[in-house]
C-alpha cells in the first residue's frame, strides 16, 4: 500500500507564498503526482502534475506563473510551490500519485490520495 501525507499549509495573507510537500511512503511506486483542491461548497479541481521522470508538467489556468510543482524522487517527496496567493486559493490541498509515469489532468486517473492540507489565504 502506498501512503502520500501532505505538510505545508497554513494561514497566510493574500500575495504572500507557502509551499506544500506531499510524502510517499510504504510500497514504492513509479508514478506521476498531481496536486488538486476542494474549496467548501465547490467540487474538486486540479491544480498540477508532474510526470515521474519531473520532465513535463501541467497546470491548471488559474495558478499558471504562480504555482510551480516540483519533485525529488530521492526523497520520495512531490512540492508545489504557491506564490502570490490570492483568497481564492483557499482549499485544502491533496496530492495525488498514479499508476503510470505520465501525468494526468483528471482525479479519476490517480489511485492513492493523501488527506489533505489546509490552506487559507486572508485578504
Known amino acids: 500500500q502506498v501512503r502520500l501525507v501532505e505538510s505545508g499549509g497554513g494561514l497566510v495573507q493574500a500575495g504572500n507564498s507557502l509551499r506544500l510537500s506531499c510524502t510517499t511512503s510504504?510500497?514504492?511506486?513509479?508514478?506521476?503526482m498531481g496536486w488538486f483542491r476542494q474549496a467548501p461548497g465547490k467540487e474538486r479541481e486540479f491544480v498540477a502534475a508532474?510526470?515521474?521522470?519531473?520532465?513535463?508538467?501541467y497546470y491548471a489556468d488559474f495558478v499558471k506563473g504562480r504555482f510551480t510543482i516540483s519533485r525529488d524522487n530521492a526523497k520520495n517527496t512531490v512540492y508545489l510551490q504557491m506564490n502570490s496567493l490570492k483568497p481564492e486559493d483557499t482549499a485544502v490541498y491533496y496530492c495525488?500519485?498514479?499508476?503510470?509515469?505520465?501525468?494526468?489532468?483528471?482525479?479519476?486517473?490517480?489511485?492513492?490520495w493523501g488527506q489533505g492540507t489546509q490552506v487559507t489565504v486572508s485578504s
Open positions: 495525488a500519485a498514479r499508476r503510470s509515469y505520465m501525468a494526468a489532468r483528471t482525479g479519476d486517473e490517480y489511485i492513492y
Open positions: 510504504g510500497r514504492t511506486i513509479s508514478s506521476a
Open positions: 508532474i510526470a515521474w521522470s519531473g520532465g513535463s508538467t
